[in-house]
């Protein structure tokens, strides 16, 4: 059974931090491209960052870019999103991705349950 968790969200005052954390199972980590998505309430879910199954190749979304990093570790199985300067913007459900496989045809594409992010002003 694959499972992603989540975890390390909650609520900060803008221009806070946050450091959230996706543990994986029942995979080889190693295999697979990681990612962070979001979702507010009413919006579509959207990428926030991918970062490629060696740690080579690394994206963030334009609105998120120079504010958040996105690193993994493959021997603890676990993908982390920093967050720093938060902004109320950024609240929303944050979701972890793993996918292997061709981007138009994954062979395999797992999601977490999410974990909430509060940003107040």
């Known amino acids: 059974q694959v499972q992603l968790a989540e975890s390390g969200g909650g609520l900060v005052q803008a221009g806070g931090s946050l450091r959230l954390s996706c543990a994986a199972s029942?995979?080889?980590?190693?295999?697979?491209?990681v990612g962070w998505y979001r979702q507010a309430p009413g919006k579509e879910r959207e990428f926030v960052a991918t970062?490629?199954?060696?740690?080579?190749?690394?994206d963030y979304a334009d609105s998120v870019k120079g504010r958040f990093t996105i690193s993994r570790d493959n021997t603890k199985n676990t993908v982390y999103l920093q967050m720093n300067s938060l902004k109320p913007e950024d609240t929303a459900i944050y979701y972890c991705?793993?996918?292997?496989?061709?981007?138009?045809?994954?062979?395999?594409?797992?999601w977490g349950q999410g974990t909430q992010v509060t940003v107040s002003s």
């Open positions: 991705n793993a996918r292997r496989g061709p981007r138009g045809s994954p062979w395999d594409d797992y």
């Open positions: 029942g995979l080889i980590f190693s295999n697979y491209d």
């Open positions: 970062i490629s199954w060696s740690g080579g190749r690394i």
